[in-house]
């Protein structure tokens, strides 16, 4: 008999949620994970008794009962909610676009006025069958919100021009006509109290984990001391990259100290004009309503993933799309490793989808 039922690689929000509902159900498991830490980018760090998201900040958002009732089941989560703003040359506009955007753009106060705004520009516009993102984003929204809220923060996040991006990318832009800032529609929404390490420990309790432990150095090995595997790292990876390299855009932190007690008077702002380097200031305290004497803020960088540098979002257009493909066909015939997970699926989630799929794996066993 082997000495695990599960050997489950990487220790983020789906290998830990794995890990847990298999301890559930008796199964003997083991966590590695090639980082120092566990949690996946989930982690924090501890910065002045602050809770500084090492990874960029992360909202738990659902709409699913289960998933919010498993999750509180672990630790009780506070009652934050997501009002980012967006910096355009030192004017603020409030995100979602919303009627409060809308009057600091145009003055407009009722939606009958914002809407017909929007559908002026549309048909000004002319654009009928959009090419790329810039012509799909000013087909929904008009000009004066792309060129303002849009143009430089993608082209930043993305590493490209937006005449340069495919059109698929932005299928809609999240247009409200009420004065609601509340990012998220979802019904539950907030973060773990003392923040997502209690999360993850909480999820791994009682389960033998191992950081700075390299699967692909003792592969050999580890292949042979579980009855199944369960991958969350990069598929590409796991085949030896024998059709290529997937894709990643990735993300740099300038995180600082300050000593003032709250420097922006949110969690997040945007930064949307093309000038300014970074994509957006986190300033951490506040996603746990803190009244610490400092603060801890962090400036975020996107950049092109390279070897050594953590692959954040997937960049699906269609080479990519293709080449994942290609892996998918070989993880859909193996019969003892599961794949899983934003790098093993090669597919942007929610942390509440993550949660949610692998309660659904366990449902009916």
């Known amino acids: ?37 566990l949690g996946g980018n989930l982690y924090c760090d501890n910065m002045e008794n602050i809770n500084v998201h090492k990874y960029g900040p992360h909202i738990f958002h659902t709409s699913n009962k289960k998933v919010w009732s498993f999750v509180n089941s672990i630790v009780e989560f506070n009652h934050f909610r997501y009002y980012p703003l967006a910096n355009y040359k030192g004017k603020l506009y409030n995100l979602p676009f919303n009627m409060n955007t809308f009057y600091a753009l145009w003055g407009v106060k009722t939606p009958e006025e914002a809407q017909a705004k929007i559908e002026e520009q549309r048909k000004k516009s002319g654009i009928t069958e959009p090419k790329n993102l810039e ?27 937006c005449t ?66 369960v991958f969350t790292g990069k598929i590409d990876e796991f085949y030896g990259y024998r059709f290529g390299k997937l894709e990643y855009r990735t993300v740099n932190f300038e995180t600082e100290v ?22 957006r200031i986190i300033e951490h305290k506040h996603f746990e309503f803190g009244t610490q004497p400092k603060t801890v803020i962090s400036r975020e960088y996107s950049s092109e993933w390279k070897d050594g540098s953590e692959p954040m979002y997937p960049i699906n257009d269609e080479r990519n799309n293709s080449l994942y493909r290609q892996y998918k066909e070989l993880a859909d015939k193996e019969t003892n490793v599961i794949f899983g997970g934003r790098l093993a699926e090669y597919k942007y989630y929610d942390m509440d989808k993550i949660v949610e799929q692998v309660l659904n794996l366990f449902q009916y066993e």
């Open 1 to 37: 008999m082997r000495r695990y039922h599960y050997l489950i690689i990487g220790s983020g929000l789906y290998g830990s949620t794995f890990a847990c509902k298999a301890k559930q159900q008796g199964k003997r498991c083991l966590v590695i994970d090639k980082r120092s830490h």
């Open 135 to 161: 012509e799909q984003a000013i087909s929904l929204v008009g000009k004066d919100i792309y060129e303002i809220l849009i143009k430089g923060y993608t082209e930043k996040q993305w590493g490209r021009k």
């Open 164 to 229: 340069d991006l495919p059109a698929f990318i932005i299928k809609r832009l999240p247009v409200r006509f009420t004065f609601n800032n509340n990012y998220y529609n979802d019904i539950y929404q907030g973060i773990p109290v003392g923040g997502y390490n209690k999360l993850i420990n909480g999820l791994l309790s009682g389960i033998e984990t191992g950081c700075n432990t390299d699967f692909f150095e003792n592969r050999e090995y580890f292949e042979s001391i579980a009855d199944k595997i």
């Open 258 to 279: 300050l000593d003032c007690e709250n420097y922006q008077g949110t969690a997040a702002v945007n930064y949307t004009e093309k000038e300014v380097p970074y994509t």
